[in-house]
C-alpha cells in the first residue's frame, strides 16, 4: 500500500512537508520550518504528522529555510535516518542549518525576557547548534538524474529545479524498477524560465500523481529584464537624492541573484558605483558556497563572470561579517545600497536597518520579492503607515517599493508551460506551498488545460496512491 499525506505547505508557503507510506515504512518529503505570526508558527514547528523515530528517510528538495529549517528539530526528537539531497544543498544546509540554530536560541532568550517580566514559565528553543550539525552529518548526497533507493521498493531521482542552487523536483516510482507504477513528481519549489546564474527548470517525466508549488499561480510576473530597469531606476533615483537603499533579502540565492545583476550592471555602465553592502555573515557563507559550485552556473552567468572580475561578487560589494561593522552602516550617510537578511523582516540584521533609516523620506526599502502573510515585510508591502520593532514603533516615511523580478519562483504562466506536458497522464495533481487564492486560480487554470483532477491539497488529507 502507498498513501500521501499532506502536512506542511498546505494553504500556505512555508513548513513544507508530505509524508509517504509504503507498507509499514515512512518517507518524507522535506521538513521545513513554518514562518510568520509567532504563536502559530511556534505551534505547528512543534507538531508532527508522525513520530520523528518512525520516519525511516527525508528526500529534500533545497536547502530554502522553509523547506529545510526543521530537519535539526526532527533529529532532536529523535530521527535517525538518512537525508537525501544534492551535493550543493548539502553544503549550503551545513552552513544554513547551523545558522538557523543560532536564531532559535537568540530568539528564545528574549522571548524568555519577556516571559519573566510576566511571571510565565520559559520556553526551549526547537534545536541546538548540536541539532543541526547532527542532521548535516545525517545527509546523503545525489546528484541530478541518477536514480537511488531510500527505502526499499522505491526508486527517486532528482531533476533540475532552477530554483536555487542545488535545487530540484524529485520523481518518485514505488517499485523495484524506474519504469514501475504508480509513480509521483514532487516540484519542490520552480524557479523561473530564463532567471540568472541557473539553468532554467527541466522538462518533468512522467508520473502518475503529480505535487506542485504554487505561490505564484495566481498571477504572471513581469518580464524579469523589465523588473531589473526598475531596480536600476529606483536605485539611482535614490541615490540621486542622497538616499540609501535598503533591500531585505534571503541570505542564500536572493542576495546571489541581486549580487549577479548589480556585477553585471556595474560593468556595463548601467548603475553608477556607488558602496555596496551585504550585511549577512550567512550571505557571505552561501556565496563561497555558490563559487564552490561554479560549474551549475548556466553559460549566460559564465560568460558574464569571465567578463568581469571571474568570481561572483568580487569587486563589486563589501560583505560586512563583523557586528560591530554592521553597527557602523548605521553611522553613514553617504547613499550606498545595503542588502542583508531576513529576506521577509522576520529577523537578522535587516530590522536594525530598517529601525535606523525607515522613517527618512530620502531612503527606498527595495522588496525584491515575495512576502509571506503574516511578516513584517507583507505589511510594508500592504503599505503599513506604522510597525514596530523592538518593542518601539517608527513611522513608515522611507519609500517602499516591491519588485517581483528576483523572485525564484515560476509563475502561473510557467507552471502551466511545466506541467502541460503531463496532462494526459497525470491522475491528480495537488497543488501546494502557495496562499489559498494563488493556489485556486492555478488549479481552475490547469482543470481548463486539460487535467482530470486538480486538487488544492489540505493539511491531514491522505490519498492512497494505486498503480
Known sequence: MVELLFHGATEE???????LRVGDRWLALECGLYQGRRESSERKNREWPVPPRDVDAVILSHAHTDHAGRLPYLVNQGFEGPIYCTPATRDLCAIMLPDSAHIQQEDVYYVNKRRARKGLDPIEALYDLHDALAAVHNMRTVSTNRWFAPIPGVQVRFNEA??????????????????????????????????????????????????????????????????????LEVISRTLARGGKVIMPSFAVGRTQTIIYYLQQHFAEGRLQRVPVYIDSPLAYDATQVFRMHADLFDAEARDMLRGTSGVLGAGCCTFIRDVEDSKALHQKQDPCVIISASGMCEAGRIRHHLKNNISNPKHTILIPGYQAEGTLGRRLVEGAKRITLFHEEYQVRADVVQINGFSGHADQRELIELLSPLRSRARSVFLVHGERSQSDVLAERLRTTGFADVQVAVRGQRVRLSG
Open 13 to 19: 508557503v512555508t513548513g513544507s512537508m508530505h509524508m
Open 162 to 231: 532552477g530554483h536555487m542552487l542545488g535545487s530540484a523536483g524529485v520523481h518518485v516510482v514505488f517499485g523495484d524498477r524506474p519504469d514501475a507504477s504508480p509513480s509521483l513528481y514532487f516540484t519542490g519549489d520552480v524557479g523561473r524560465f530564463e532567471a540568472a546564474i541557473l539553468h532554467d527548470p527541466a522538462p518533468l517525466p512522467p508520473a502518475d500523481y503529480v505535487i506542485s508549488e504554487s505561490t505564484y499561480g495566481g498571477r504572471v510576473n513581469e518580464d524579469p529584464e523589465v523588473s531589473h530597469d526598475r531596480v
